[in-house]
């Protein structure tokens, strides 16, 4: 939409197709921070992620690397903004909403100029409305998981019915024979184990966004963003998709 936007059609001043195309780029490079902002603040660590428990952390430490813990949000985002933006962006709490906001400010600059006219800023403002919106959902989804007495009680009812299904099951094989007594145990355990890692599934669950293995690739999904918006441009890059690493993608 930036690209066939914003254009000579009503302009004050006509622009050159360089021109042009810079300013197109500029607002592009402008969502690639906006992308790379939110997904650094979606990895930030919260006291109840899982993935941070000892043997969860060893296993981390093992076979993945999450790249929002290894390397810091200035040193990506300086590949996309001014030297003014990035100061200004990293003076804020909300790096990512403060990017919408220079966005907005530039788009009533181009309305200004003439470049865009009302109705086209109209349906790019929208668009930023609508990229707030998805960042305030992952945000919630991000910082409010399941309420703590959900996943307690949730926990001690399953450690309960561990304890007890052993106990329910001794009549139930014995009725097959003397011998046959001895099978409760290894149905037990397979039983515990079944509702066991059916809560620690839950767990994981409701934060897809911490760096696990099981989370949403958001490094992946926003190289993909960048790849395919500077494709559209017709902008020469060197940039390759993320490829797994141990069958791990993040």
């Known amino acids: 939409m930036t690209k066939d936007y914003i ?73 996309y903004l001014s030297p003014q933006e990035l100061d200004l962006v990293m003076s804020k709490t909300n790096k990512a909403a403060q990017i919408i906001a220079l966005q907005s400010t530039h788009l009533r600059e181009l309305l200004d100029q003439g470049l865009i006219e009302d109705f086209r800023h109209m349906e790019l403002e929208r668009l930023l409305m609508e990229c707030y919106t998805q960042q305030g959902a992952s945000e919630r989804i991000k910082n409010f998981p399941y309420p703590r007495h959900y996943a307690t009680l949730n926990l001690y009812f399953i450690m309960i019915f561990v304890i007890l299904v052993p106990f329910g099951m001794l009549q139930e094989f014995e009725k097959l024979g003397e011998c046959m007594i001895w099978l409760s145990v290894p149905f037990s355990v397979l039983s515990g184990w079944i509702f066991t890692t059916m809560e ?43 490829k797994p690493h141990n069958n791990i993608v993040l």
């Open 7 to 79: 254009t000579n059609t009503h302009a004050k001043e006509k622009l050159t197709k360089e021109e042009l195309a810079k300013i197109h780029l500029e607002i592009c490079r402008r969502h690639f921070a906006w992308v790379n902002a939110l997904r650094f603040q979606l990895r930030e660590p919260r006291a109840w992620e899982a993935v941070y428990k000892s043997h969860n952390q060893e296993y981390k430490d093992k076979y993945f690397v999450v790249e929002e813990h290894a390397q810091k949000v200035e040193e990506v985002l300086k590949k």
């Open 200 to 242: 620690k599934i839950g767990e994981t669950s409701e934060s897809p966004f911490e760096g696990s293995p099981n989370d949403v690739p958001i490094t992946q999904i926003s190289r993909n963003i960048e790849i395919d918006m500077l494709e559209i441009l017709n902008i020469n890059h060197e940039l390759k998709p993320i």
